[in-house]
């Protein structure tokens, strides 16, 4: 089992303590586990690893007593089963900052677990992405209230320069010899739970500032279109792929744009394709 606290799944936490147990004593067994944990049944802790359960609250002390984790740990342990059970946005994000507070007291204490709380930071805030591509259109030399005043809409100087070292922290730029800062084409890869969660901070905020564009910015600057479509849910799943596709495609057209003559400007583009519609019930139908 690694460090605890790099484990954004609690299933994943289990099995690999499960796996590590099992190795170590080969009379080791879910059973046995469960059986340590004070729970009666003994395929429950089979089933939750699985998927085909939930780990209930009333049954985290007994687990981690179990799994002789000793108390941040236990602390961490519980908010992650709160977070991975929770059903809306807000528990999640109210359980994952609790997680991330935690100083988990180990032997060797998690770089991960750092480097995951920055992860989620850039996901989360859209301006990270900005600044990024403002760095690759135009460099940067230090002068951050300069920088802040070009993304729009406008960030502040403090802003801009916990942003510019975040990414710096990530490996997204670098500075160079002589003082500037240079793009490096890296991506980076945290965990399905954390990129879900920032991922809807993100697209609350870039919905935000697309109605502030549409009021402040000229024409020339926006491109705002919508269509209302009447389909099926087996067309729905071709136009997600088509959205997908087209994605992809200006994807590659950004990366071989050599106009650098060309007034530059970083864009924001809102692909939203959502259901206006519920359903008719039985009696509607009728």
Known sequence: MNDISTYTDYRLLLRDFYDGSKKKNAYFS????????????????????????????????????AMKLNKSEFAYFEHLV????????????????????????ADDPSHPHLVR????????????????SLIDLY??????????QMVYPAITA?????????????????????????????????????ISLAIHNYHLQTSDIARKALNELPREHRNFTGVT??????????????IELFRERLLALAGSDSNENDMQRVYQLNLQLFSVSHYPDARSRR
């Open 30 to 65: 879910y059973r046995v586990f469960s059986q340590r944990a004070g729970i009666s049944s003994k395929g429950l802790l089979y089933n939750v690893v699985t998927g085909r359960r939930r780990l209930s609250p009333s049954h985290v002390a007994g687990v981690a007593g």
């Open 158 to 194: 403090a802003q801009a320069k916990r942003s510019v070292a975040l990414l710096e922290n990530l490996g997204f730029i670098v500075k160079k010899a002589d003082g500037g800062y240079a793009v490096v084409d890296k991506t980076i890869t945290t965990a399905p739970e954390v």
């Open 117 to 132: 709380k920055e992860q989620y930071r850039f996901y989360s805030q859209w301006y990270h992405a900005v600044v990024r």
């Open 229 to 242: 479509l009447g389909i099926s849910e087996t067309a729905f799943a071709l136009v997600c792929k088509e």
């Open 82 to 105: 709160a977070f991975n059970n929770a059903r809306s946005i807000e528990e999640k994000k109210r359980y994952f900052e609790r997680m991330n507070s935690i100083k988990v007291t």
């Open 139 to 148: 460099g940067f030399y230090g002068d951050y209230e300069k920088l802040a």
